[in-house]
């Protein structure tokens, strides 16, 4: 059974960076995709990043590419996001999210961690 634990969310100021880091257990990843996505009050969950865990091969929302830095480590079974020059509209919920390659992100085989606040001040 995947288990994702995220962690690093907080309180920060417009244009500081946060790094968010998403440890991934109960099973090898080689065949899997993981990614970060978002939610804000009042708005659904929008994708923020993704990664293939095999090929590190990434993929980012637009209002990502450029601020935000998807990465994991391999030996330690563990993603992260670099996020710079934060926004208040950055603000939201920050999950992380594991699935199989040949599933979608809103298929019952994704694993989902509960969250970690993001809270921009501006």
């Known amino acids: 059974q995947v288990q994702l634990v995220e962690s690093g969310g907080g309180l920060v100021q417009a244009g500081d960076s946060l790094r968010l880091s998403c440890a991934a257990s109960?099973?090898?990843?080689?065949?899997?995709?993981l990614g970060w996505f978002r939610q804000a009050p009042g708005k659904e969950r929008e994708l923020v990043a993704t990664i293939l865990w095999s090929s590190g091969v990434t993929v980012y929302a637009h209002f990502a590419k450029g601020r935000f830095t998807i990465s994991r480590d391999n030996a330690k079974n563990t993603m992260y996001l670099q996020m710079n020059s934060l926004k208040s509209e950055d603000t939201a919920v920050y999950y992380c999210?594991?699935?199989?390659?040949?599933?979608?992100?809103?298929?019952?085989?994704?694993?989902w961690g509960q969250g970690t606040q993001v809270t921009v001040s501006s």
């Open positions: 109960g099973r090898t990843f080689s065949t899997y995709a």
């Open positions: 999210g594991a699935r199989p390659l040949s599933t979608t992100w809103s298929g019952e085989m994704a694993a």
